[in-house]
């Protein structure tokens, strides 16, 4: 099994011997129970890495690491994001986990026009922290050291202007002409995929990502329901762009 994440931050500033200490280091010593000479991954989340050995574990939340030199994993190409409709209860929280997962590069969470759940005021500010911890959680259990951006919640018009400026645009509606398993993907730049909600993409919201060049696609024969279109749809794109090559 490869060695536990860590996320410390400010990891270009750490010495060769470091003291990993708060909730970090209380998982590390209470929780996963690390002992000298095992080994672990110290990350910032945004690629920053450093492999280290356990040199002593004290109390209940200081692990003391021996540090070697420090990496930089580059940001991976074309970058996939998934704009995310908001979905009922914790399926938000299910589809982020799954979607980093796999490795999406970024989530947009988009208050679509037949979504049930609505993010307002604190309500909303503490579900947008909860994806937000789901996605970092996620990251270090899948041993990620670049985790995915987790954006502020998008309205239709945000949406359809992060539309504009991809290099590939696509909306998962059973619409759709044409297959996600054949579409022409780019080597390079930015894929951005849509998730409707459970009630679907209406069709004002279809029309108005057309005029943004982006086209609706069918991924399957079956219906998979908004919390697992995108992490079935992401496996795909990074299966077909090389990424999982």
């Known amino acids: 099994m490869t060695a536990p994440v860590f996320v410390v931050d400010q990891l270009d500033r750490i010495a060769a011997e470091f003291v990993l200490d708060g909730p970090e280091g209380r998982h590390a010593v209470s929780?996963?129970?690390?002992?000298?000479?095992?080994?672990?991954?110290?990350?910032?989340?945004?690629?920053?890495?450093?492999?280290?050995?356990?040199?002593?574990?004290?109390?209940?939340?200081r692990l003391v690491v021996d540090l070697a030199p420090v990496h930089e994993e580059p940001a991976a190409t074309p970058r996939i994001t998934v704009v995310?409709?908001?979905?009922?209860?914790?399926?938000?929280?299910?589809?982020?986990?799954?979607?980093?997962?796999?490795?999406?590069?970024?989530?947009?969470?988009?208050?679509?026009?037949?979504?049930?759940?609505?993010?307002?005021?604190?309500?909303?500010?503490?579900?947008?922290?909860?994806?937000?911890?789901?996605?970092r959680e996620a990251g270090k259990q899948s041993r990620r050291v670049r985790f995915p951006e987790v954006a502020d919640a998008?309205?239709?018009?945000?949406?359809?202007a992060l539309l504009a400026g991809a290099d590939f645009a696509a909306v998962l509606h059973e619409s759709g002409d044409a297959r996600l398993a054949t579409a022409e993907l780019p080597a390079q730049g930015e894929i951005v995929l849509v998730v409707g909600p459970e009630g679907g993409v209406s069709p004002e919201e279809l029309a108005l990502f057309a005029q943004a060049g982006a086209r609706p696609y069918v991924l399957g024969p079956t219906v998979l329901r908004t919390s697992t279109a995108g992490t079935a749809a992401a496996a795909l794109l990074l299966g077909r762009t090389g990424r999982w090559s």
């Open 84 to 135: 995310q409709a908001l979905p009922k209860g914790d399926r938000g929280e299910l589809a982020v986990e799954t979607m980093t997962e796999v490795g999406v590069d970024a989530v947009v969470p988009w208050q679509a026009s037949r979504c049930i759940t609505q993010w307002k005021g604190e309500r909303g500010l503490k579900a947008l922290g909860k994806w937000r911890a789901t996605a």
């Open 154 to 160: 998008a309205t239709t018009k945000q949406v359809a």
């Open 31 to 61: 929780v996963k129970r690390l002992r000298p000479g095992e080994d672990v991954v110290l990350t910032d989340g945004r690629g920053r890495w450093a492999e280290g050995v356990v040199k002593a574990a004290e109390g209940k939340d």
